[in-house]
């Protein structure tokens, strides 16, 4: 360690290009990274929150259905998922668009709240409204209705909360409902963190028998979310441009090693002539720039620590989210690893080739 550290004072010129290029490698990929995740993390907002499984059930012919019922069966047998109804757009005169989730049960989600309390689904005409909707708790006509707001829904600066009003399904609007039963097709999505098939099989036993629905349909989404989040534009546009200065900068990085290696052919002949193994002399070159790129790392963390502190600026003018996280601190181990190991193949491809007494002799 001693020596690779000596080393890299000798050659401080080409270690200060090898920083740089680490620098402008590491940061870009982490800000994509960073950005990757708080897209993501709207996206699944915009489903109503992140679980590791989203089936629907899909109820056709559900003319005169007993809502009270449906939520009694969804709250006795879903004890590990969260069940709701497919959002259903609805238009408020006083208002305009917004968007209805019924809520069946409440064991492991709820709307994220900015203000307020949670919504007791055995409470009638309480619910939860995003900011557009309204900015303070207390009574609001809606439907024709009056309705008292528990809580206000919102997270951060997403809007995917701000049009939505949350309700338990067996107090919804009768507007609501009959939209449901004009429709003739209602859509509940169950979301959990451990398979749910068991507790839908369950669910859908019950309601067979509660209501002659010949059509039930059930259908694993995961795949479907993870094909529209992987399908927006806008996003993929964002990322290309720092994955394409990774890229760039990579290969400068790999071009200067090359050069550091080249310029030291002599030093390198003269340890192969003494006896060092190629495992020795590639665990020489990629001590040196792991090192390089350790340093090159913390250096942007801090510049992301930084940009962090106007992260709401960067955003709004950028759309690049800056932010750091225990997840980012682990990516940026490993890239750490990766950038260092790729960087030293093609050196390393160059030492095997090359030949002590020759080298001497130049």
């Known amino acids: 360690m001693r020596q690779i550290i000596k080393d890299i004072f000798i050659n401080k010129k080409i270690f200060l290009m090898l920083f740089i290029g680490f620098l402008l490698t590491i ?19 915009s489903k109503n929150g992140f679980f590791q499984y989203y089936y629907s059930i899909n109820l056709s012919n559900v003319k005169e259905l007993d809502f009270h019922k449906m939520q009694e069966l969804a709250e006795s047998n879903f004890i590990k998922s969260s069940v709701i109804t497919e959002t259903i757009s609805a238009k408020i005169p006083e208002i305009g ?5 019924g809520l069946l049960n409440k064991n492991i989600w709820s709307p994220p709240l900015i203000k307020g309390a949670k919504l007791d689904l055995n409470e009638t005409n309480n619910i939860i409204a995003g ?9 609001i006509k809606l439907f024709d209705k009056e309705y008292t707001i528990k809580g206000i829904t919102g997270k951060g600066m997403g809007s995917e909360y701000n049009s939505k009003i949350y309700l338990s399904l067996k107090n919804a609007p009768e507007q609501i409902k009959r939209d449901i039963e004009k429709s003739n097709t209602l859509q509940l999505i169950v979301r959990s963190n451990q398979s749910p098939n068991k507790e839908i099989n369950g669910f859908v036993s019950k309601v067979k028998q509660m209501n002659k629905i010949p059509n039930i349909k059930i259908i694993n989404e995961k795949a479907n979310y993870e094909n529209q989040k992987n399908s927006r534009q806008g996003v993929k546009e964002v990322l290309s441009y720092p994955y394409k200065l990774f890229i760039i900068a990579l290969i400068n990085c790999i071009t200067v090693s090359y050069l550091w290696i080249y310029l030291k052919r002599k030093d390198i002949s003269l340890r192969k002539a003494l006896g060092a193994s190629n495992l020795n002399l590639f665990s020489f ?6 090192i390089c790129a350790t340093l090159a790392t913390v250096s942007s963390i801090v510049i992301l620590w930084v940009l ?13 989210n800056i932010g750091l996280s225990f997840y980012l601190y682990l990516t940026s181990l490993v890239i750490t690893f990766v950038v260092s190991f790729i960087t030293s193949i093609i050196p390393f491809l160059h030492i095997m080739k090359i030949e002590p007494a020759k080298a001497l002799k130049e």
């Open 131 to 139: 900011k557009n909707i309204s900015s303070t708790v207390g009574k």
């Open 97 to 101: 668009f917004v968007m209805v989730v």
């Open 285 to 290: 070159v990629f001590g040196q720039l792991l």
């Open 27 to 45: 940061s870009p990929i982490l800000i994509a990274f960073s950005t990757k995740n708080y897209y993501d993390e709207l996206f699944y907002d």
């Open 308 to 320: 962090g502190k106007i992260g709401n600026n960067i955003l709004y003018f950028t759309s690049y």
